[in-house]
């Protein structure tokens, strides 16, 4: 499918914010693209590194060239998932700049949130600032803080517009997780991550807190409609697999880079698809008029591929493993985040 014709399958965005964690390199910076070229306000929400000025720079490009009819634009917003107060305070200061920006001087509106940014690889020798593992702290327990945090305007944009979208990025790894041991991501294993050794565990820990983002989102709706927002739509998805991404490349290196890239091009013959279509299923779910219409929330997303791995389409798969399905293990990882939460005031 064209990009062309996929961007004339969605809404037209026009008026409407979004945020994109990570939004600024990967399946993010493309998510933030499409987004823009519909029209739409896109806050990239990253570390502030030169890679992510960078591709806030390639964004506004390419959507400028998009949208003179549109109006869709790229701004940036400093977020740093890893630690509460950072992520905390990042929301608090997003939800300012998008009042201030707002045409009636209002609050203002915030109608698209996609939770992209993740790591992976990280060592648990080192663990965030509040003492968790940190990929679970940085692709988990930080969007808890962030998009809890932003859920009052969320909230009033989606009573006010009858329509507001989270989307959470992660990923079909989630079945080869194992159960959340919620003490272990509190304990970190001393040298871990200085050999190749440590990759298994290292990989597990990915796949782990893609389990938990997968809670996190049924979580979260749970939690939205037991308070009626009838019309917030929070779904998760799996994008497609992307070998060429800088997943995993900021961490402590565990492979040499040399070692990364040859296995990187690999893995490209096989995988032909690209970031620009695994962005199209986050973008699906942030833009069709489909997930109003349908009331479709609480629901998990892949993309379907051609026999040439191009993307055809976004669709609804059920989970397959017992635990991703188990709803006392849904709520359990909210308890958890919520305490975490509560010990940094
Ligand atoms: N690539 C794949 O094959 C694949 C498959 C399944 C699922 N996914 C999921 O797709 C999403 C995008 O992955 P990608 O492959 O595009 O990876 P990527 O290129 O590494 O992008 C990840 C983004 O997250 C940002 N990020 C990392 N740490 C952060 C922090 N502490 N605070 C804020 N932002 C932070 C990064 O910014 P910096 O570089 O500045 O740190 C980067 O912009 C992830 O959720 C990943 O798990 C990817």
């Known amino acids: 499918m064209r990009d062309l014709e996929y ?96 045409a009636d001087g209002d609050v203002g509106r915030l109608d698209i949130v996609v939770c992209n940014a993740a790591i992976a690889f990280s060592p648990q020798s080192i663990l ?39 989307t959470f990025t992660s990923s079909r790894g989630y079945t080869d997780a194992k159960k959340l041991d919620y003490k272990a991501l509190t304990s970190p294993i001393p040298d871990d991550g200085t050999s190749l050794l440590h990759l298994k565990g290292a990989f597990q820990r990915y796949l782990d807190s893609k389990l938990a983002v997968l809670y996190l989102a049924k979580a979260l709706d749970q939690d939205i409609w037991v308070k009626s927002s009838e019309s917030i739509f929070v779904n998760v998805c799996h994008p497609g697999q992307v070998p060429n991404t800088a997943l995993g490349e900021h961490q402590q290196p565990l492979v040499r880079p040399w070692l990364a890239s040859m296995i990187k091009s690999t893995l490209r013959v096989f995988m032909k698809n690209t970031t620009r279509d695994a962005a199209r299923t986050q973008v699906f779910l942030s833009a069709s008029s489909q997930i109003r219409e349908k009331k479709v929330h609480g629901e998990y997303w892949a993309p379907t591929w051609s026999r040439s791995q191009k993307y055809t389409g976004t669709g609804k798969e059920e989970l397959s493993t017992a635990l991703a399905k188990d709803e006392k293990e849904w709520q359990l990882l909210w308890n958890f985040c919520q305490d975490a939460v509560s010990k940094v005031p």
Do not use: W
């Open 128 to 166: 965030s600032p509040d003492g968790y593992e940190r990929t679970f702290a940085v692709n988990c327990l930080g969007h808890f803080v962030f998009v809890t945090s932003l859920m009052d305007i969320i909230d009033s944009t989606a009573r006010v517009y009858g329509d507001a979208r989270i």
């Open 7 to 102: 961007l004339n399958s969605l809404e037209n965005l026009t008026g409407k914010t979004a945020v994109v964690t990570g939004g600024s390199q990967g399946i993010g910076l493309q998510t933030t693209i499409l987004l823009g070229c519909l029209g739409a306000t896109v806050y990239i929400c990253a570390l502030d590194g030169e890679l992510d000025r960078a591709g806030v720079e390639s964004a506004r490009e390419e959507v400028s060239q998009h949208t003179a009819r549109s109006g869709g634009s790229v701004h940036f917003h400093k977020l740093d998932l890893s630690s509460i107060e950072s992520s905390r305070s990042s929301a608090h200061s997003l939800k300012k700049k998008i009042s201030q920006n707002s």
